[in-house]
């Protein structure tokens, strides 16, 4: 299967800003779509950008012009760069991607995620 691994969540102040990292181990032919999900206590897991090989991007309406997703193709990584953070983006953060692994057959996965909480 392919791995997602998940770094940058954390503690940071309003107004500041965050990276999350996210990268995809395994056998894996190609990567047809990474992006980032998240979820609040209580609350449904909610889009918040993804980005499709061909670098087509996708924003949840509260985000965007204030978080940026990008690739690093060679390494199957993805990033999200946040900005301007505020309480209301504390959340549970999941990296998620879908492709074809190396067996040839198509794939889904997430990651475990992680915590991204803003004070004040």
């Known amino acids: 299967q392919v791995q997602l691994e998940e770094f940058g969540g954390g503690l940071v102040q309003a107004g500041g800003s965050r990276r999350l990292s996210c990268a995809a181990s395994?056998?894996?032919?190609?990567?047809?779509?990474m992006g980032w999900y998240r979820q609040a206590p209580g609350k449904q897991r909610d889009l918040v950008a993804t980005i499709t090989s061909g670098d087509n991007t996708n924003y949840l309406d509260s985000v965007r012009g204030r978080f940026t997703i990008s690739r690093a193709n060679a390494k199957n990584t993805v990033y999200l760069l946040m900005n301007n953070l505020t309480p209301e983006d504390t959340a549970a953060y999941y990296c998620?991607?879908?492709?074809?692994?190396?067996?040839?057959?198509?794939?889904?996965?997430w990651g475990q995620g992680t915590q991204v909480t803003v004070s004040s």
């Open positions: 395994g056998n894996i032919f190609s990567i047809n779509l």
């Open positions: 998620y991607a879908n492709g074809v692994a190396g067996t040839r057959v198509p794939f889904a996965s």
